[in-house]
């Protein structure tokens, strides 16, 4: 090879020397390529790819300060279950959101929007996602079992006077008494009782459609909250053909706009002021699937969504005997006592509440306004 290209840098041309120049150097470099390490400069199908993101920084300890007095039961949470602040924080977040947000607004640019909050928290099998669920919702739990008893005993009652009307209706008067007495008791009998809202607060079917049809026959104020967010994002309701419609759904429900519905069955459906919290948690490998969805992206649902991806405890928790892990334990539960029985009363705040006119309160992030009633008070922002 060393003689060729002596004689070639000789005799050639300054042209011709440059290309065969060149040609070798390239020869050269894709001969070291090939050899350096034993590997071939050609990717094949047995090679790892090289991935195109790299790895996720260390998760930010939680904003405790601006928590306030929910950061109470957020450690207790987590020390009640070993797992992550970040879950804590974002189970009770949602309780607290679903609690509150039908008594107030708050103020930004363009006037009142909801309080409400959505959250998506993205942690492995393994983290404690359904206990820390479990032990904030207990309340919301309580709540709708003894709001499910007394709406059993309200649908025996609906359906009672429901017959009594039928039976009213069919009734055919034959003298001058009966027509009299009709006069009377008509504005009673020809108005057919309306049956009972639906009181229960947790909604576990996570389609768009579920959602619409419990904001239109139950209570106003709800929550979303599922510990396998699996079946929201891999379900029917966000297959591709579904997924725009059910992201600009809750979109509009996070806004606080109305939301109207046309059935060729039946009459058109427009809900207003209807207050919706949503609380997912996923595995890492939807979230991927999520967060890189163009469509969910440029529609700007998870603009209005609080994500939460906590550094992992698993393979690092012990199990603990010490008195002092056993106070810490007896005083988490004591917090979470009080939370409870709080996030209990809740519900039973009187509906004058919402209808009194709206008065401010400053805060530091903003105004919070008080939420007016323009109609029966069941059908307003009390949860």
């Known amino acids: 090879m060393a003689p060729l290209l002596l004689w070639t840098c000789v005799s050639a041309e300054p042209a011709a020397l440059f290309a065969t120049l060149l040609a070798v150097g390239l020869r050269r470099v894709f001969e070291a390529r090939k050899s350096s390490k034993g590997e071939s400069c050609v990717s094949t199908p047995e090679s790892e790819p090289t991935p195109l993101y790299g790895e996720l920084s260390q998760a930010q300890p939680i904003p405790w300060l601006a928590l306030g007095p929910l950061a109470e039961p957020v450690r207790a949470i987590s020390t009640l279950t070993q797992a992550p602040d970040a879950i804590a924080m974002q189970s009770l977040l949602a309780v607290v959101s679903t609690a509150t947000q039908g008594l107030a607004d708050a103020e ?15 942690a492995q099998s393994g983290e404690r996602k359904s206990a820390c669920d479990g032990l904030a919702t207990a309340a919301i ?37 009966d027509v009299i007495e009709g006069a009377f008791i008509a504005p009673k009998v020809d108005l057919a009782p309306e049956p009972p809202l639906v009181p229960t607060i947790l909604i576990s079917d996570v389609t768009i459609e579920g959602v619409f049809r419990r904001l ?44 109207s519905k046309a059935r060729a069955s039946s009459e058109p459906v427009v ?16 979230a991927q699937d999520v967060v890189g969805d ?20 698993i393979g690092s928790r012990k199990i603990r005997k010490d008195a002092a892990y ?30 009194v006119r709206p008065t401010k309160g ?17 059908r307003t922002g009390i949860w």
């Open 108 to 122: 930004a640019l363009h006037g009142a929007v909801p309080i409400s909050l959505f959250l998506i928290t993205v």
């Open 326 to 355: 056993i106070g810490a334990v007896r005083e988490a539960k004591a917090v979470m006592l009080t939370y409870n029985e709080r996030m209990t009363c809740a519900p039973k705040t009187p509906p004058d509440l919402c209808r």
């Open 271 to 286: 809900l207003y002021g209807k207050r919706v919290s949503l609380h997912l948690m996923i595995q890492p490998g939807v």
């Open 141 to 177: 739990k309580e709540v709708d079992q003894e709001r499910e008893r007394h709406h059993r005993l309200s649908k025996r009652v609906f359906e009672a006077e429901l017959l009594k009307f039928q039976k009213g209706q069919r009734r055919k008067r034959s003298n001058d008494s």
């Open 216 to 259: 239109e026959t139950g209570t106003p104020s709800v929550a979303v909250i599922a510990d396998e967010g699996g079946q929201f994002f891999g379900g029917h309701s966000m297959k591709r053909e579904n997924a725009l419609k059910t992201a600009t759904g809750f979109s509009k429900f996070w806004d606080g706009t109305l939301f």
């Open 362 to 378: 400053r805060t530091n992030e903003g105004t919070i306004y008080r939420r007016t009633d323009h109609s029966n008070y069941q």
């Open 294 to 313: 163009p469509m969910m992206k440029d529609q700007g649902f998870l603009s209005r969504v609080l994500i939460a991806r906590p550094d992992s405890k």
